[in-house]
């Protein structure tokens, strides 16, 4: 069995750079760059928003729930929570980040 090699991230002297690394490498061959840090849904889940999706999207956030263990709307769920946080965290230091 091959031992996988673990891959450490470049660092990046711009967000452009960063991008373009992306677009040719895989998180996957980084895992050990990464960690995983649970979003929790803070309270009762009491309030039901509706949101549309084509049936290509949705067949692709099942698979990506599935492979995770989890349902399709828990993980809508936990990526909208982690979408606020990154988008109110500069917010919360002083600063206002513009949207885009």
Do not use: C, N
């Given at each position: 069995?091959?031992?996988?090699?673990?891959?450490?991230?470049?660092?990046?002297?711009?967000?452009?750079?960063?991008?373009?690394?992306?677009?040719?490498?895989?998180?996957?061959?980084?895992r050990?760059a990464?960690?995983?840090?649970?979003?929790?849904?803070s309270?009762?889940?009491?309030?039901?928003?509706?949101?549309?999706?084509?049936?290509?999207t949705?067949?692709?956030?099942?698979?990506?729930?599935?492979?995770?263990?989890?349902?399709?709307?828990?993980?809508?769920?936990?990526?909208t929570?982690?979408?606020?946080?990154e988008?109110?965290?500069?917010?919360?230091?002083?600063?206002?980040?513009?949207?885009?």
């Open positions: 069995m091959k031992r996988a090699v673990q891959r450490r991230l470049p660092r990046f002297l711009s967000v452009q750079e960063e991008a373009q690394f992306w677009q040719t490498h895989s998180p996957l061959d980084y050990g990464f960690r995983e840090e649970p979003a929790e849904p309270g009762r889940l009491e309030t039901l928003l509706a949101v549309r999706f084509d049936r290509e949705v067949a692709l956030l099942r698979k990506v729930a599935r492979a995770k263990g989890i349902g399709a709307t828990t993980l809508i769920r936990l990526w929570i982690e979408r606020l946080t988008a109110l965290a500069p917010a919360r230091r002083g600063t206002v980040r513009r949207a885009g």
